[in-house]
């Protein structure tokens, strides 16, 4: 697992709640990433960090923020979760730009 | 805008033949490019990549094979082994640019 670990591993809630999923690497990589993953749409990038405080927007990051305070963690908000936000989330690090990324097992999220 | 894509979403073969999983893109300033390879509950992870100064790169049973004017590539597999049945995605980034385009996975199925 490239030492991360997503928590939540699976969470339910409602409409219209917040929702904070963690991801936490022992690996000391520069770069983090937030992947959602949907059928018919592969793997789309959410946010990413290139180090602590500093991150940035991916495809699909309408209703997302993202928080990057410690090298190891790096956490994705969804402020309000909407019906739509139904997906696993998978969260990815890598030591530098052009490495390969390594996946954590994934969060499933369902928004009822 | 879907700018890398797997144009078939599964694929079945007869173990010990070889599997051969394709890819296309769009965006001609993609210069690497990666397979990743998920089994069910766990996030994916990465198989083998190329560079776009390459036309070919191998790495025991798989194969990697870009065709730039084509904007093509494809993983081969062989021989094909039951352990190979997965899903399958290709990747596509910019040297110098942190985000990982996916495409939408093709699920092979290696049968015994």
């Known amino acids: 697992d490239a030492g991360i670990t997503q928590s939540p591993r699976h969470k339910v809630t409602e409409t219209g709640t917040p929702v904070t999923l963690r991801c936490h690497q022992t690996?000391?990589?520069?770069?983090m990433y937030w992947y959602r993953q949907d059928p018919g749409h592969g793997l789309r990038l959410i946010h990413y960090?290139?180090?602590?405080?500093?991150?940035d927007k991916g495809e699909v990051s309408d209703g997302y923020s993202v928080s990057r305070s410690k090298t190891e963690d790096f956490l994705l908000t969804l402020e309000s979760a909407t019906s739509s936000q139904t997906s696993v989330y998978f969260c990815?690090?890598?030591?530098?730009?052009?490495?390969?990324?390594?996946f954590g097992n994934g969060t499933r999220l369902t928004v009822t | 805008d879907q700018q890398v894509k797997q144009n078939s979403p599964s694929l079945s073969v007869q173990e010990g033949r070889i599997s051969i999983l394709n890819c296309d893109y769009t965006?001609?300033?993609?210069?690497?490019f990666l397979w990743y390879k998920k089994y069910p509950a766990e996030g994916p992870t990465f198989l083998i990549s190329?560079?776009?100064?390459?036309d070919k790169n191998e790495d025991g049973r798989f194969t990697v094979f870009l065709n730039k004017s084509a904007k093509h590539l494809s993983l081969h597999i062989v021989p094909s082994q039951p352990g190979d049945s997965a899903v399958y995605f290709c990747?596509?980034?910019?040297?110098?640019?942190?985000?990982?385009?996916f495409g939408t996975g093709t699920r092979l199925t290696i049968i015994p």
């Open positions: 990815a690090i890598s030591r530098q730009g052009n490495s390969p990324l390594h």
């Open positions: 190329i560079s776009s100064i390459k």
């Open positions: 690996e000391n990589h520069r770069y």
């Open positions: 965006n001609s300033m993609f210069d690497y």
């Open positions: 990747a596509a980034k910019r040297e110098g640019n942190e985000k990982l385009t």
């Open positions: 960090s290139y180090g602590v405080k500093d991150t």
